[in-house]
C-alpha cells in the first residue's frame, strides 16, 4: 500500500501507537488477533501492522476500558456500537462492579467476624433480629424451596440461605443444578446481619404458620435459628457449612431476553415431551427439553435431533416446569446467554425473584 508508507508521518507503527495510546506492543497485537481493533494497514511483505492517525482515540479508549476490567466482548460493543449501545454497556458493568464491591465488604465483615470469635469465643455471639411480612416471606420460600438440595454428601446445599443486611432478606436454595432466589424487605429496623443457612426441616416446619399471619420475627443467634409467628415459635439449629459461592452465577448477561406466557410455555415443553430424550445426571434419569430462539428471535420447543437453526439450549424439562411454577405468575421472562451458560426464568409482577438452571449439553 505505497499510499499508507508515503503518508508515513501521519501513519504509527505499533511501537509509536502503543506509546500514544497507553497500550502495550502486545495488547494491540491480542486485540488485532482478536478482532476487536486492527491496524489501518499491514505491509505484506514485513508484516509491520500501521495505524492512522484517527485511530489513537478508539486505542485510548480501549486503555481506559482495560482499566475497569470490561470484558472483551463488550469493549467490541462499545468499539462498534451506537453510543446508547455503548452507554448501556458501561452502565452494566458498572452495577457489576459495585455489586463485586457490596460482596466484597459483606465477605470482609464475615472476616472480621470470624476473627474476632476466634480470639474470644466465649464473648462474642452474633445477633441478628429482624420482622418481615408472613405472606412476603411465605411467596419468597415457595419461590426458593423446590431448588433445595437433598443430597447427604452436601450439607451445605441442604437448606436455604438466609442473608440479611439492614435493608433485606434475601433467600438462596441450589441443589448445583439449579438455583434460586427471592428477596423480603423488613417491616420495621433490623439488628445486625445475617449469612446462616436454615435447615430443610426448619423451613418446613415453618411454611405452613405463615398462612393468614401478619408478621414473623427471625431471631439468629449463634447456632440458633428461631422464628415467631403470634405465639408459635419454630426452632433450629443454623447448618454449620459455608455455603456456595453463588453471586456471580446471577450476574449473567444474557444474549436473548424472551417474555412468554407461563401457559403456553407448558403447552409447548408437554408437546415437546413427545420429541424429547432420557439423560441421566447423578444416576438420575431426566427428560431433555430443548429450547430453541431462531434467527429473527422467534422461540420453540425443539426436536433434540433437529438442525440447529439458531441458539439451542438443552435443559432438564421437569426442572424448568417446577421453576415456572415457583413464580407463580401468569408471565414470565426467559434469559438465555449460549448453549452453555445458565438461563434464567424471572418473573414481571416479582422483580427480585428469579431462579436460573443449568444448561445440559446436546451433543
Known sequence: MESGVTQGSAMRSIGEMARD??????????????????????????????YAP????????????????????????VLGGPTEAAQLVLEGHLR????????????????????????????????????VAAKELASALDAVRFAVGTDPQLPAVGGVLLEADGELLRLVATDRYRLAVAQVPPTGPAEGTMSVIAPTAFVDELRPLLDGAGE???LAEGDRLIATVGDRSVLGERVD??????????????THRLTLD????????????????VRGQDG?????????????????????????DGLRVGVNRDFLLEAVAAGGGEQLVLELGGPIAPLAIRFPERADTFSLLMPTTLS
Not at 457490596?102 to 466465649?122: G, H, K, Q, Y
Not at 455455603?243 to 444474557?254: N, T
Not at 401457559?263 to 424429547?276: I, K, N, V
Not at 430443548?290 to 433437529?306: I, K, M, N
Open 21 to 50: 495510546s497507553g497500550l502495550s506492543v502486545s495488547a494491540l497485537r491480542f486485540y488485532d488477533g482478536a478482532g476487536v481493533f486492527g491496524p489501518a494497514w499491514v505491509d505484506p511483505q514485513s508484516g509491520y501492522r500501521w
Open 216 to 218: 414473623v420475627r427471625l
Open 241 to 254: 457449612q459455608d455455603y456456595p459461592d453463588y453471586r456471580a452465577l446471577i450476574r449473567l448477561e444474557p
Open 284 to 308: 438420575v434419569a431426566f427428560e431433555l427439553s430443548v429450547l430453541a430462539v431462531s434467527a429473527d428471535g422467534s422461540f420453540t420447543v425443539a426436536d433434540p435431533e433437529g438442525p440447529a
Open 96 to 131: 457489576r462492579l459495585e455489586d463485586g464491591l457490596a460482596d466484597a465488604r459483606r465477605e470482609l465483615s464475615a472476616v472480621r467476624t470470624l476473627i474476632d470469635l476466634r480470639e474470644n469465643p466465649m464473648n462474642l455471639v452474633a445477633v441478628t433480629r429482624l420482622t
Open 54 to 77: 484517527d485511530q489513537v482515540a478508539d486505542a485510548r479508549l480501549i486503555a481506559r476500558l482495560r482499566r475497569v476490567g470490561l470484558p472483551l466482548a463488550d469493549i467490541s460493543r
Open 262 to 277: 407461563t401457559t403456553h410455555l407448558r403447552e409447548a415443553l408437554a408437546a415437546g415431551a413427545t420429541r424429547s430424550t
